[in-house]
């Protein structure tokens, strides 16, 4: 066999042969320019293997469904949480940055990183002794079973999927480029300064720019740091949670929904001074979240394996979320519908934050980017999910911007 042919052939099979994960892959060669250099890494519960041999991520097993369910209602709730209250800590008077919902859509990527790469937490779910397997093997049977594993499709799907939010995501790109982007260094009675459109054009490409290029950079940033960490990750023991946090978790995941919905009706301030505060502010969100995190979980399910190369669950959740977000919003900013009503506004902020923050998210859509086989895979959907978004709050929110303008809110 001459040179040439060998050379042909050594080619040939490292062309055949599935890129290793990032900790035992060789040193980078020349990519071809249509193919992504890196192993793809698992998302959340939305992205469905390119294989013929999908992986049920709700298992049949009616307990397993439940538990799975508890952990989505009990994450989905505190996710909101952490993501109204992170918005609220990073908007303040003079921020360098006035999109509060940036850092929480940026370290909910973080934490999709870490848990899509790390490889201990659940380890005694598929078992560590497995000498007759190969180690890329050993990793892929790894990311496999994790899709199954109740607590596993909480944390991603359930926390990280509700901690960020695309919806407000475009929500802040539609009023940067209208020039309505709440500033906390303006006095809330004076109106923005006036500008022209070439600055407004400016303004919706900064908030673009800095949303996805930093959630992505977070979502590496989370893989690197589980691959840091990879020795001191505790693992969880299977008998503890699948014998005392599972079925802790059914009680605490409906039972704090429960707890919501009792407060929401009988909010702790009610017999405070002033105005109620606590529903608008978060109360009518949790209620709401679990119902937004449920259907996206359903609509990845039945939308994403359809079409590979463009997850259409992610997709129709995504748009569907941004949509009910504008029409919420220019309900809320209409006089003597509930600009002028304190509890028809609370609502809409709740509908708003909970059910359209939770049905749509910035974790996985920046995950499935990252693990699209080809880049221009990937910059279809990117781009295809941001124009359909910002077109749709153009048609809606627009249409009564630009007519007739914003009321300011009771809420």
Same mark, same amino acid.
Request: glycine share 8%.
């Given at each position: 066999?001459?040179?040439?042919?060998?050379?042909?052939?050594?080619?040939?099979?490292?062309?055949? +042969?599935?890129?290793?994960?990032?900790?035992?892959?060789?040193?980078?060669?020349?990519?071809?320019?249509?193919?992504?250099? %890196?192993?793809?890494?698992?998302?959340?519960? +939305?992205?469905?293997?390119?294989?013929?041999?999908?992986?049920?991520?709700?298992?049949?097993?009616?307990?397993?469904?439940?538990?799975?369910? !508890?952990?989505?209602?009990?994450?989905?709730?505190?996710?909101?949480?952490? /993501?109204?209250?992170?918005?609220?800590?990073? @908007?303040?008077?003079?921020?360098?940055?006035?999109?509060?919902?940036?850092?929480?859509?940026?370290?909910? !990527?973080?934490?999709?990183? @870490?848990?899509?790469?790390?490889?201990?937490?659940?380890?005694?779910?598929?078992?560590? #002794?497995?000498?007759?397997?190969? +180690?890329?093997?050993?990793?892929?049977?790894?990311?496999?079973?994790?899709?199954?594993?109740?607590?596993?499709?909480?944390?991603?799907?359930?926390?990280?999927?509700?901690?960020?939010?695309?919806?407000?995501?475009?929500?802040?790109?539609?009023?940067?480029?209208?020039?309505?982007?709440?500033?906390?260094? /303006?006095?809330?009675?004076?109106?923005?300064?006036?500008?022209?459109?070439?600055?407004?054009?400016?303004?919706?490409?900064?908030?673009?720019?800095?949303?996805?290029?930093?959630?992505?950079?977070?979502?590496?940033?989370?893989?690197?740091?589980?691959?840091?960490?990879?020795?001191?990750?505790?693992?969880?023991?299977?008998? @503890?949670?699948?014998?005392?946090?599972?079925?802790?978790?059914?009680?605490?995941?409906?039972?704090?929904?429960?707890?919501?919905?009792?407060?929401?009706?009988?909010?702790?301030? /009610?017999?405070?001074?002033?105005?109620?505060?606590?529903?608008?502010?978060?109360?009518?969100?949790?209620?709401?979240?679990?119902?937004?995190?449920?259907?996206?979980?359903?609509?990845?399910? @039945?939308?994403?394996?359809?079409?590979?190369?463009?997850?259409?669950?992610?997709?129709?959740?995504?748009?569907?979320?941004?949509?009910?977000?504008?029409?919420?919003?220019?309900?809320?900013?209409?006089?003597?519908?509930?600009? =002028?009503?304190?509890? %028809?506004?609370?609502?809409?902020?709740?509908?708003?934050?909970?059910?359209?923050? %939770?049905?749509?998210?910035?974790?996985?859509?920046?995950?499935?980017? #990252?693990?699209? =086989?080809?880049?221009?895979?990937?910059?279809?959907?990117?781009?295809? =999910?941001?124009?359909?978004?910002?077109?749709?709050?153009?048609?809606?929110?627009? %249409?009564?911007?630009?007519? /007739?303008?914003?009321?300011?809110?009771?809420?």
């Amino acid at each position: 066999m001459t040179s040439h042919d060998h050379d042909r052939d050594h080619d040939h099979k490292e062309e055949s +042969e599935i890129p290793l994960s990032e900790s035992t892959a060789p040193p980078p060669i020349e990519p071809e320019p249509h193919q992504r250099t %890196s192993q793809p890494p698992e998302p959340e519960l +939305e992205l469905q293997p390119k294989t013929k041999e999908t992986v049920q991520p709700l298992s049949k097993h009616p307990s397993t469904h439940l538990y799975t369910l !508890s952990y989505l209602v009990f994450f989905a709730i505190f996710g909101t949480l952490a /993501r109204l209250g992170l918005q609220s800590l990073t @908007f303040y008077t003079g921020a360098p940055i006035v999109t509060g919902v940036l850092w929480a859509n940026a370290s909910g !990527s973080l934490l999709m990183g @870490f848990f899509l790469e790390d490889k201990n937490l659940f380890r005694e779910e598929w078992g560590e #002794n497995r000498e007759t397997i190969t +180690e890329h093997e050993r990793l892929k049977a790894h990311k496999a079973t994790k899709k199954t594993i109740p607590l596993y499709i909480g944390l991603t799907t359930g926390f990280c999927g509700c901690f960020t939010s695309f919806s407000s995501f475009i929500r802040d790109v539609f009023l940067a480029l209208a020039n309505d982007l709440p500033d906390p260094s /303006r006095d809330s009675f004076s109106g923005p300064v006036s500008r022209n459109g070439g600055y407004s054009f400016m303004a919706l490409v900064a908030i673009l720019l800095i949303t996805v290029s930093l959630s992505l950079a977070a979502l590496v940033a989370g893989a690197h740091l589980a691959l840091t960490c990879d020795r001191l990750m505790p693992v969880l023991p299977f008998r @503890f949670t699948r014998r005392i946090l599972d079925p802790v978790i059914v009680v605490l995941g409906w039972g704090c929904w429960l707890g919501a919905v009792f407060m929401a009706i009988w909010p702790p301030d /009610r017999h405070s001074p002033g105005t109620e505060t606590w529903r608008g502010a978060a109360i009518f969100a949790i209620v709401f979240a679990p119902l937004g995190c449920l259907l996206r979980l359903y609509l990845s399910l @039945f939308l994403n394996a359809k079409l590979p190369s463009f997850p259409l669950g992610t997709f129709a959740a995504n748009i569907l979320g941004t949509g009910i977000l504008g029409m919420c919003y220019d309900l809320q900013h209409v006089g003597g519908i509930s600009a =002028s009503v304190v509890v %028809s506004c609370q609502v809409l902020q709740g509908v708003m934050d909970g059910f359209c923050g %939770s049905l749509t998210t910035i974790s996985t859509w920046v995950a499935e980017l #990252n693990g699209l =086989s080809k880049r221009r895979h990937a910059y279809f959907y990117g781009t295809v =999910s941001v124009g359909v978004g910002l077109g749709l709050l153009i048609v809606i929110m627009g %249409s009564l911007l630009w007519t /007739r303008g914003f009321d300011t809110p009771m809420c």
